[in-house]
């Protein structure tokens, strides 16, 4: 009377009618077999998964595709490094007004051929954080490839081999 309960035996096997038995196995069969899909569950799976997938490629090609136009081209950054944070180094160039038309500076039009240029003539080279002032005034030195994006301020850079969304910017819009 005083045994543990984990020492307790199970009951003795009560037979089953087999009326029971064959009605046990049909149930069991029927919860494994896998039953066709019924027009309304296709569709209720379908429709969203469809929605799903056009929502998706939509907003992958708007993110490839933005294009920004800029705030202001008076002044743009071009850079020598592929950062745009506090560490990357750039040089500001801007495009003075011909006399008697203003006083400032005026839209740069084509920005890359800008960069390009401080790139060609030495001042600015790929990699290194410093304007160099030791140039030997021919424009002979390698460009490399160049990425003109939006900042958040709304102001043109130009990146050395990089892409703007490497950058996490827009591209600049023509």
């Not at 027009?39 to 998706?56: I, K, Y």
């Not at 992958?60 to 202001?72: D, I, L, T």
């Amino acid at each position: 009377m005083n045994e543990p309960l984990d020492e307790t035996p199970p009951p003795p096997a009560r037979p089953m009618p087999p009326r029971r038995r064959a009605a046990r196995a049909e149930l069991l069969t029927r919860a494994i077999t896998r039953r066709p899909w019924s027009w309304r569950r296709r569709t209720a799976v379908a429709v969203p998964l469809a929605g799903a997938v056009a929502l998706g490629t939509t907003g992958a090609f708007a993110f490839v595709a933005h294009k920004e136009p800029a705030a202001q081209r008076n002044i743009i950054r071009c850079y020598s490094t592929s950062k745009w944070d506090d560490n990357g180094f750039y040089s500001e160039v801007a495009k003075a007004v011909p006399a008697g038309e203003g006083i400032g500076s005026s839209a740069i039009g084509d920005v890359l051929d800008a960069c390009a240029t401080l790139f060609r003539q030495g001042f600015l080279r790929e990699g290194e954080a410093r304007l160099h002032d030791e140039t030997d005034g021919a424009a002979t030195r390698p460009v490399p490839r160049l990425a003109a994006c939006v900042l958040p301020s709304g102001q043109v850079a130009v990146f050395p081999n990089a892409t703007c969304r490497q950058q996490e910017l827009p591209d600049l819009a023509d």
